[in-house]
């Protein structure tokens, strides 16, 4: 081996030592510069976690609360639609059948937070207005124990000398999830549904008030 090849290969591995070392500390430098990224992502992601989550919470609660109000209407009008096609005299043990069979309606929400109350309406000539005839209350509570005042349209459906019946129906919807930022735990859902006599002019209830 000459010397200039000696020499040679003595650089050659000192350039080579040197990249390497170069590499190394490249790597190391990288490694470091990673781990700084992924802590700096853990601690948004930390800050940024509560928010997704009450975000993803709340549209649970919303889509929840639409369900329940939905079935809810579903229920009362129901209710109206059996009373109204009824024919003859009814008694409440009917209309409580028609009850039980309605709120089967709601499904996975608990029945014991519904209530329908139907009033009946009647024109009276003499008076020339419509005044209460009977009402019943359904459920575990009283959904609606003032008498409702009816509208313009509500009157103009009884033109021509047929009850109108109107029912109520209430639901306490129990907050899951948004408890946290509401100042009930319970959110009170109503509604109304007017409907006219389907086989006959009047709708009887022998055993109502």
């Not at 490249?26 to 853990?42: C, L, N, S, Y």
């Not at 229920?75 to 409440?92: E, K």
Request: proline share 3%; aromatic share 8%; charged share 25%.
């Amino acid at each position: 081996m000459t010397c200039s090849t000696w020499l040679q290969r003595r650089e050659d591995a000192r350039h080579r030592g040197i990249i390497r070392r170069m590499r190394k500390l490249f790597m190391r430098t990288t490694r470091r510069h990673v781990r700084d990224e992924q802590g700096v992502a853990a601690i948004e992601f930390a800050f940024i976690l509560p928010i997704l989550l009450i975000l993803m919470l709340g549209a649970t609660e919303l889509f929840l609360m639409h369900m329940a109000s939905r079935k809810m209407t579903r229920v009362t009008s129901t209710v109206g639609d059996l009373i109204t096609q009824a024919r003859g005299t009814l008694t409440q043990a009917d209309i409580e059948g028609y009850y039980k069979a309605a709120r089967y309606i709601m499904g996975q929400f608990p029945t014991d937070r519904l209530a329908v109350s139907v009033h009946t309406f009647r024109w009276d000539s003499r008076k020339n207005e419509p005044v209460l005839d009977w009402q019943h209350h359904l459920g575990n509570f009283v959904c609606r124990s003032d008498e409702p005042e009816l509208t313009p349209e509500q009157r103009a459906a009884m033109q021509d000398g047929n009850d109108l019946v109107v029912t109520t129906g209430c639901y306490r919807y129990q907050v899951t999830f948004g408890s946290f930022a509401l100042s009930s735990t319970t959110v009170d859902m109503s509604d109304d549904i007017s409907l006219r006599p389907r086989q006959q002019l009047r709708v009887e209830c022998s055993d109502c008030s």
